[in-house]
């Protein structure tokens, strides 16, 4: 991912294969190992990262034409890799957060990536990471509005009061609020302290 964030920084040569050798590599041990869902799980999210190094830090709409097809190439082909292990997320908090990455480069509705992120959030409360990533994808700019970011905080607090306790509201809004124009109407401060 590197590589192709520096030459997108660098105006170089973006057709140039030395880009992707070290994915192909990757790709080329996936197959050898084809049966391993936490090696395909790597590889997607090699994609999703170089699809966000494609897509540019300003978001889908500021990229060139260009790019935009090569970010979804790269959300494309994650997905082809991880929809087959997709029976496998059910245990594992990695292998379905890889899944939940896939949001960040495909629509999808608020309930759909809602109820992902719950399971994720389930298989590991301790891990606050994912209710930072719920509450980005709940902003109105992502799956969501400010609405469904208070209630999936609400949802995630009572689930996850036994770990986090009234922070729990705090962990899925603490990252979105900051990065959105103007703050969220609908949050109360009795949020952060019923939970």
């Known amino acids: 991912m590197n590589a192709t964030e520096d030459a997108l920084t660098e105006n170089q040569d973006v057709c140039n294969r030395t880009l ?4 192909m590599a990757f790709e080329a041990l996936r197959a050898e190992n084809r049966h391993d869902p936490y090696l395909t799980a790597l590889v997607a999210l090699a994609h999703i990262d170089i699809g966000w190094a494609w897509r ?27 929809d087959p292990i997709a029976n496998d997320c059910q245990d594992s908090p990695f292998l379905k957060a890889a ?14 990536v809602a109820d992902e992120f719950a399971a994720l ?3 590991a409360p301790g891990n606050h990471r994912h209710m930072r990533t719920l509450g980005t994808h709940m902003l109105p700019r992502r799956s969501g509005s400010y609405a469904a970011l208070e209630l ?11 770990t986090w306790g009234p922070a729990a509201t705090l962990g ?9 124009i103007r703050p969220a109407p609908v949050l109360t401060p009795g949020s952060f302290s019923t939970g």
């Open 20 to 23: 992707i050798r070290g994915l």
């Open 56 to 82: 540019g830090s300003e978001g889908p709409i500021a990229a060139p034409q260009a790019n935009q097809r090569r970010c979804a190439a790269h959300f494309d082909r994650a997905a082809a890799l991880l």
């Open 99 to 112: 899944h939940c990455a896939l949001f960040a480069g495909r629509n999808a509705g608020t309930l759909r």
């Open 121 to 123: 959030i389930d298989l």
């Open 152 to 162: 999936e905080a609400r949802r995630t607090a009572s689930r996850t009061a036994e």
């Open 172 to 180: 899925s809004i603490s990252t979105p609020l900051p990065s959105t």
